[in-house]
């Protein structure tokens, strides 16, 4: 993946000028997050979606490519083979923007609050003052302790808070232990 990565940002920056616009959209996830840290503001804690959990959970359209290809192979009139390549490039690129999507998700927890960071063009950027914090729930499923993560929810006196729960948090023992340790240190300063 890195190395479609690196063939991907070489072709933009040969078509795209260093200009504000590539500075804009092209940058890496890390750097989306510096630029909504607040002035003193310190990452405690940065990460991103396990990428092998994210794997997992596209299994199912990935078989459903293979059958395609299958029987766009077997089959002998050229509509189906046409119909099965129009929904292989469909699916295959549905793919790809959830790729993007998971690769430029952060969740980080900082000195003031916990924030989660989304998307590629259309960036989303939520956070909840730790002041604001009311309840969190850490909610593991098989494949969640096959590859070590968990979906965490962290709730806020606000209920209609935009904040969603983060989903596949590598390890979510100390991610949940960062922000237990968290919420009394705001409270104290």
Known sequence: MRLLWRIWSGAVHAFLPRSNVRTRFFVSPSEVVKQYLLDGEEVVFESSPDIRAWGYNQLVDLLITLVLVVMMFVASDSRVTAFGLILEVLLLGSIVVRYARHRFTR????????MRTSGVVDRHHEWIAWRKVTDVSVR???????FDTATIKIQSANETSGFQEMVDVPDPMKFALTIVEMIPASEAS
Not at 107 to 114: A, G, P, Q, S
Not at 140 to 146: A, E, K, V
């Open 107 to 114: 969740y980080v927890l900082t000195d003031r609050r916990v």
């Open 140 to 146: 593991r499923g098989l494949t969640d302790h096959w």
